[in-house]
């Protein structure tokens, strides 16, 4: 039994505090992501890492699979501020813990849900508060023909659910992705949060075009009133769209290197109320954006 698509749905996991995954089957990464920001001195830069591991529970194809991630996001703030003190929110960090079940129906289709807590802040108290634990929830049903040899097509269907206390809906939200192998060489994969048309060269190396979501959320522990409108910073936010290339090369079957870079088609950093409101825009501007590491899979 291919354990694989166990770790489907843990891809899918978006929107929630802007720790969007691309559809993979990574069970963990090491990854540093960089981005200035155009006519600015700003600049975003963010390492990140997790680990997912799954444990066979029950009947054949069954399995928990809890999860560990850790960001760590400097943010440099340089155009000019109606707050005194921007320096206190240039440095971000998150801890995430997840927990997740899957096991398979019949017809090929595998049913899959997670649901998990993170601390995500910037901490400048030195400890964590309660407005810092943020709550997310996820199901999915996934088929999968990607592994049968008569498939002449492989392809396979994500559908689900995502819930986030971060995401400003009080309700969940749908997820959709559909990947298909076109030829030996050609895939492509559309849906969210990610789509892209992938060339394989051969078995190390691969090039891609895509388009893709990024971003963060964090919470701002000591509140900053904005003296033009009276209304107080309580989290930041930020959401990016890009789109661009992507090269991978696979060490081994399992560990691979990649670099992604492109541009951005929306760029949203802003700082909200408890309500999710705006309270101010930080930057709007469109910019280059890059993304490297090592991530390891099934």
């Known amino acids: 039994m291919r354990i694989y698509p166990c770790f489907l749905f843990f891809a899918l996991v978006i929107f929630s505090s802007g720790n969007i995954q691309a559809q993979s089957t990574d069970l963990g990464r090491i990854e540093y992501t960089y981005f200035p920001q155009s006519d600015s001195d700003n ?17 054949e194809g069954s399995y928990l699979v809890p999860g560990i991630e850790y960001e760590n996001i400097n943010f440099k703030y340089k155009d000019l501020s109606p707050f005194s003190n921007m320096e206190e929110l240039d440095r971000y960090q998150s801890f995430q813990l997840s927990l997740g079940y899957t096991f398979p129906l019949n017809n090929d289709w595998r049913f899959a849900a997670s649901a998990g807590g993170m601390l995500a802040s910037n901490f400048e108290e ?15 049903f996934i088929k999968d023909k990607t592994g049968e040899a008569e498939a002449a097509k492989p392809w396979r269907l994500i559908l689900g659910l995502h819930y986030s206390t971060t995401s400003g809906f009080p309700f969940p939200l749908p997820v959709i992705n559909y990947y298909r192998e ?12 990610k789509s892209n048309l992938k060339y394989s ?18 919470n701002i522990q000591e509140n900053r009133l904005l003296p033009s409108n009276g ?20 060490f081994t079957k399992h560990l691979v290197y990649y670099l992604y870079a492109g541009h951005t088609l929306m760029n949203d950093i802003r700082l909200r109320d408890a309500n999710k409101d705006d309270v101010y825009v930080i930057n709007k501007v469109n910019t280059f954006y890059g993304r490297s590491g090592l991530k390891f899979k099934i």
């Not at 680990?51 to 029950?58: A, C, L, S, W």
């Not at 030195?126 to 999915?140: E, M, N, P, Q, V």
């Not at 209304?231 to 696979?250: D, R």
């Open 182 to 193: 076109i030829s030996p060489k050609w895939s492509y994969s559309a849906g969210v949060p």
């Open 231 to 250: 209304k107080i910073a309580e989290n930041i936010s930020m959401t990016i769209v890009l789109a661009g290339l992507g090269y991978e090369y696979n």
């Open 43 to 59: 600049s975003f830069r963010r390492f990140r890492t997790f680990i997912n591991f799954p444990i066979q529970v029950g009947r």
């Open 201 to 218: 060269f051969n078995e190390k190396h691969h090039l891609q075009a895509f388009a893709t979501l990024d971003g963060f959320f964090a």
């Open 126 to 140: 030195g400890k964590a508060i309660k407005d810092d634990l943020l709550y997310t929830g996820s199901l999915f």
